[in-house]
């Protein structure tokens, strides 16, 4: 497969199966709402460098980004929303990235077909603690695996044998 085609693929279910758009989408409305609320008690303060909507944004990134370069709010009420912003931006935005890295990885361990292998191999590596009645369930579950599987073998190889 191209590198193109993989990276497409990648995106696609990075978007599709992880929480991305929806924490990045909570994110920058946060964002847009703690800025204006700092830019409302701040833009009134006299001597304060966030004079602006516009500066009240990028105190906003600056701030929970932890480069430790916004300029530090005034007021009292200024402090507590930076606080908070602080600290509610920096949980979603890394919590993002830890929860979609997450998300894409455990995707492949959480399909149907890998949790029936992982049962019937936790089953087996049990078999001494299994009541007769788990094991006959067992029994019946396995031959009815193996059963559809042939079936789907012998339609495979009738597909193969068709012009």
Do not use: C
Not at 40 to 66: K, P
């Amino acid at each position: 497969m191209p590198r193109r085609a993989r990276l497409q693929r990648f995106f696609r279910d990075v978007l599709e199966h992880t929480p991305f758009l929806v924490l990045l989408l909570l994110l920058v409305v946060l964002w847009l709402l703690f800025a204006a609320a700092l830019y409302q008690v701040e833009g009134r303060q006299a001597g304060s460098l966030i004079d602006s909507y516009g500066d009240a944004l990028y105190w906003g990134v600056a701030a929970f980004s932890t480069a430790g370069i916004a300029a530090m709010p005034l007021s009292g009420a200024g402090k507590l929303i930076g606080g908070v912003w602080i600290v509610l931006g920096s949980v979603l935005f890394f919590g993002t990235i830890v929860a979609t890295v997450t998300a894409y990885f455990m995707r492949a361990l959480n399909r149907p077909v890998r949790r029936i292998i992982d049962t019937i191999e936790d089953n087996l590596e049990h078999l001494d603690d299994l009541s007769i009645g788990e094991l006959d369930l067992l029994k019946e579950t396995t031959d009815g695996l193996i059963e559809h599987m042939e079936q789907i073998k012998a339609a495979q190889a009738d597909r193969r044998e068709q012009p």
